[in-house]
T-cell receptor, first 118, second 111 residues
């Protein structure tokens, strides 16, 4: 398996523009997570999905952020309009429940998208 | 308030020595705790998971302890190597699949 795939790897945009980040989870994984990482705040969970349904979006910073998962193999995180304070590395991760294990065990992270908003 | 704290200062050790990293948490009652490794420009990689009813877990040169009374986990790397240099993140499951990560501790192993 290729692992979690994210695109683009780098994105530079100007304030006010729409940004769309993409993620393809590991095949067979039914949980998908979006995280944001900055030096100041570390790795923060934004939202996670189970079977394409958003379960917890309490980490989404504000209405400018939205996430969708139209099918089991694709998810997007959109920022509209973008602001300089959104500059960060955005990670997508996927996981699945294994027999006899507690929920949340072992998340597999993608390489991240480094976003810079000027 | 709920907090996960890891040593913010980098840890510098000599090759061959044991590195010990600390993770403290407050106002959580996690069923388990995880440790991840993160290299520059890459996503975190899972290393070990320890459950609340386990005191210690080992995997090759790695050892994790979990003290639910002290609300602390220790992560040890024995016979450390320069290739172990990375940032190590502690993560706590807070219910369902929701995981909260610590800020991480940067480890430098000098040859």
């Amino acid at each position: 398996d290729a692992g979690v795939i994210q695109s683009p790897r780098h994105e530079v945009t100007e304030m006010g523009q729409e940004v769309t980040l993409r993620c393809k989870p590991i095949s067979g994984h039914d949980y998908l997570f979006w995280y944001r990482q900055t030096m100041m705040r570390g790795l923060e969970l934004l939202i996670y999905f189970n079977n394409n349904v958003p379960i917890d979006d309490s980490g989404m910073p504000e209405d400018r952020f939205s996430a969708k998962m139209p099918n089991a193999s694709f998810s997007t995180l959109k920022i509209q309009p973008s602001e300089p304070r959104d500059s960060a590395v955005y990670f997508c991760a996927s996981s699945t429940r294994t027999s006899g294990s507690p929920a949340g065990e072992t998340q597999y992270f993608g390489p991240g998208t480094r976003l810079l908003v000027l | 308030s709920q907090k996960i704290e890891q040593n913010s200062e980098a840890l510098n050790i000599q090759e061959g020595k044991t590195a010990t990293l600390t993770c403290n948490y407050t106002n959580y009652s996690p069923a388990y705790l995880q440790w991840y490794r993160q290299d520059p420009g890459r996503g975190p990689v899972f290393l070990l998971l320890i459950r609340e009813n386990e005191k210690e877990k080992r995997k090759e040169r790695l050892k994790v302890t979990f003290d639910t009374t002290l609300k602390q986990s220790l992560f040890h790397i024995t016979a450390s190597q320069p290739a172990d240099s990375a940032t190590y993140l502690c993560a706590i499951n807070t219910g369902g699949f929701k995981t909260i990560f610590g800020a991480g501790t940067r480890l430098f192993v000098k040859a």
